[in-house]
Structure formats: C-alpha cells, structure tokens
C-alpha cells in the first residue's frame, strides 16, 4: 500500500485547504483511512477517520470545521479544512488502518502511511 498526500500549504486564519491522499495497492474491502497530524515538538494526534462503510469520527478541536471524505472509484481521500487556526499548524498525514467499531484515533491501528504534507496557518 502506497499513501500520496497533497494540498497543503500557507493560509491565513480563517482560509480554507482541502487535502488529498491518493492510495495504491489498496484492496482492502473494509478498513478505516484517516488524517493526522503532528505539530513541531508535539505528539500525533488523530484528526478524523472515516471507514468502509462511510462512517465518520473528529477529534473535538476539529469538529464542525473539518470534513473527512473519500472517493472510492479514485481510491483518494480527502480533507476539507475551513475556518483553519493557527492551531491547525503541523504536518498532516494519511493513514490505513483495519476498520474497527467504534472507528480509532489511535495511531497504533494504523499500518500504512503516507509521507505527509505541511499545513501553516497565519494568524
């Protein structure tokens, strides 16, 4: 399995950037992908999942302003990101995982993962 992110970037507070991460070699039938990201000098932090069946979970700070998303005939994740925060700052990662009940933030789950893409945010 290969994780490709993209989108990251500069924005200022309140901006708004989608992410992608594109998948290879995926032929899983359920599993759960998911984002996380990891702010400098800070631990890993999950940000949201989504699994097979389309069902979702956020971290608190995230909830209402993030939207986890994924294209099944491109085998492509996506994270939309809006009323971005400084806070929002860190390197953001793709991450697959077998699907659980409930769906884990929990970077142990996870098998694969992508390289990362950074995200800044200006306040």
């Known amino acids: 399995v290969q994780l490709m992110e993209s989108g990251g970037g500069s924005v200022q507070a309140g901006g708004s950037l989608r992410l992608s991460c594109a998948a290879s070699?995926?032929?899983?039938?359920?599993?759960?992908m998911a984002w996380f990201r990891q702010a400098s000098g800070k631990e890993r932090e999950g940000v949201a999942v989504i699994d097979s069946d389309g069902r979702t979970a956020y971290v608190d700070s995230v909830k209402g302003r993030f939207t986890i998303s994924k294209d099944n005939a491109k085998n492509t994740l996506y994270l939309q990101m809006n009323s971005l925060k400084p806070e929002d700052t860190a390197m953001y990662y793709c991450?697959?995982?077998?699907?659980?009940?409930?769906?884990?933030?929990?970077?142990?789950?996870?098998?694969?993962w992508g390289q990362g893409t950074q995200v800044t945010v200006s306040s």
């Open positions: 991450a697959v995982g077998p699907r659980t009940v409930p769906a884990q933030l929990d970077a142990s789950w996870y098998n694969y």
């Open positions: 070699g995926f032929t899983y039938s359920t599993y759960s």
